[in-house]
DNA sequence: TATTATTGTAACATTGTGTTACAATAATAA
DNA sequence: TTATTATTGTAACACAATGTTACAATAATA
């Protein structure tokens, strides 16, 4: 079994990379009025993770961060952003990950370097749902979406992690408009308008909802879109 | 010499701590209408650098910052906030160490650990500026407060990191009210003005400051306060 | 053609902030 | 003692942003 977290070769000692240091990614998508975190599921043992990976001896944080989020999801330009590091002691704990090597059949003595202390550096990714090929290996039986009120309970400090970034995420909506980067090329106000009241946790007013994004000048109507339904048809929207 | 950052006994290749990882402390305060940040200054070599040091191999990162913090200023309740992780290969620079180390009389071969790469946790700070104590100790000279629109050419990209952390500080000055940790125990809203004018880098209009700031509901009124001047005295007021 | 649900937007209310103006007042000078 | 001066505290108005209510427009269905 190759090493988690590992993009290629790697010795057994994880030669080639940083050791102690470690990114996770959480990589959020925004499908079915829902927000959804992709994960990883280990085989054999189960374990759910979030995606991550270690840093090569002479590669840049973000770009290992970019690689991360790149082989999960199998999209280049991503929106991506580091949000805070998880350092406490507390934090590491090796037994989940022996028993991931131990159900694959891997020997491994006390001290691998897996099972040392490491710090992780925690990134959030905004990605478009309907662009996304989720990508497990080797090592991962799973890598899917769950939905952002339903994850299960992950390994280590994964858990507090998605809870901050989704603070990360929130902070960031007003700031910095990141919540385009969850939507599809073309979209209603109305779909965005859940989305923004899907990540804030809480509704909001149409009205005072649509004059504000208008009035940011960044998107343009493009057509109608029929839905079906007995009522006047919404318009669609674009990024730009 | 022992190494830099190191913060008690540590052997001559860092036994004891995170191998890789480094935390820099951007330490501003207020003083004189200025904001200042606290720099040290290498003996013989008199390279500039910002306050740093590493992660002991049980200690928590928090914990280890807060270390960093303390040891230079002499205070113990600190507001320190991480802000960005530095990450990039080209940051690394093992020659202003070698410089360093050199200068001390100390040998090391290419292999000592202070010449590999680190990644840096950037951390800022808040602190008053009447109650600090800069602390040198026997590898740095200088310990010393620097107007932050004259800081002299630091080591590595620690010039970078400043401005990052600057940037950091605007951002929560309205979200997290951060200004306050860096005023004395009493002030008048005149100085909290000039504060937040000097980190924002423009004037602000006086009644609009005053109602805000007053609005928060966070502001006590004590007394006033004689300045001597041929004028209306302010009032002086307290933070709750 | 009436009904229904939803959209787009006008209209008004409320709040927050920008700006101007001025009375209050502490020290100094006449 | 009284005018002068500089600065403070705050009222008053203007304007912008946001909250709220209301309603016409319209796509599908009955």
Redesign the interface.
């Known amino acids: 079994m190759k090493e988690p977290g590992i993009r290629n070769e790697g010795g057994s000692q994880g030669e080639g990379y ?4 470690a990114i996770d990614a959480v990589i959020f998508g925004f499908h079915d009025r829902q927000l959804k975190v992709l994960l990883m599921q280990y085989k054999k043992s189960g374990v759910f993770a979030l995606p991550g990976g270690f ?1 090569r ?6 770009d ?1 961060a970019k690689g991360v989020v790149s082989i999960r999801t199998g999209l280049e330009n991503i929106y991506l952003e ?1 949000f ?7 934090r590491f704990d090796p037994t989940p990950m022996k028993t991931i090597m131990k159900a694959n059949g891997v020997e491994a003595g006390d001290d691998h370097w897996l099972f040392q ?1 490491f ?1 992780s ?1 925690g990134y959030y990714a905004l990605v478009d749902f309907t662009k996304v090929v989720p990508m497990p290996d080797q090592i991962f039986d799973g890598c899917d979406w769950y939905e952002l009120n339903n994850i299960p309970p992950l390994m280590q400090d994964h858990n507090a992690i998605i809870l901050k970034a989704l603070e990360a995420l929130r ?1 960031g909506l007003d ?1 910095k408009l990141v919540a385009f980067n969850l939507m599809p090329e073309e979209f209603t106000l109305g779909d965005l308008q859940i989305l923004y009241e899907t990540i804030l946790g809480k509704k909001l007013l149409r009205p005072a909802f649509q004059r504000k994004m208008l009035s940011l000048g960044i998107l343009e109507r493009i057509a109608k879109k029929w839905t079906g339904g007995a009522h006047k048809a919404p318009y669609l929207y674009r990024f730009v």
């Open positions: 940083m050791h102690g240091l840093i001896d002479k590669e840049n944080l973000n290992a580091q805070y590091v998880f350092g406490d002691y507390a202390r710090i550096i902070t700031n």
